[in-house]
Nanobody
Framework: VQLQAYGGGLVQAGGSLRLSCAASGRTFSYYFMGWFRQAPGKEREFVASISWSGGSTHYADAVKGRFTISRDNAKNTVYLQMNSLKPEDTAVYYC???????????????WGQGTQVTVSS
């Protein structure tokens, strides 16, 4: 599966953004999907994941209660709604996919190209 993430941009602290990730391939609905992010000088970290049906989601503690992951299998798209953004959310956000779930970078074989999110204070 190939992934194309978009929707990043510049937003003030407290604002919102919605990231989207379009996937190619007819087996999208069989994949666990997720988002990672990497801030300058830091390691890539897990943000959120969602099961193939959308019935199970998992979030990093840093974003729990502020971010929501969802998917539309009919559109082969996964979303990340980000509310109450903070300057520390500034990072490149990557969309990921794999047939099994995980919270480490090695758990996912398929990665999108990344989209920049910048939160100003």
């Amino acid at each position: 599966v190939q992934l194309q993430a978009y929707g990043g941009g510049l937003v003030q602290a407290g604002g919102s953004l919605r990231l989207s990730c379009a996937a190619s391939g007819r087996t999208f609905s069989y994949y666990f999907m997720g988002w990672f992010r990497q801030a300058p000088g830091k390691e890539r970290e897990f943000v959120a994941s969602i099961s193939w049906s959308g019935g199970s989601t998992h979030y990093a503690d840093a974003v729990k209660g502020r971010f929501t992951i969802s998917r539309d299998n009919a559109k082969n798209t996964v979303y990340l709604q980000m509310n109450s953004l903070k300057p520390e959310d500034t990072a490149v956000y990557y969309c990921v996919a794999d047939r099994s779930p995980g919270v480490t970078t090695t758990a996912y074989d398929h990665w999108g190209q990344g989209t920049q999110v910048t939160v100003s204070s």
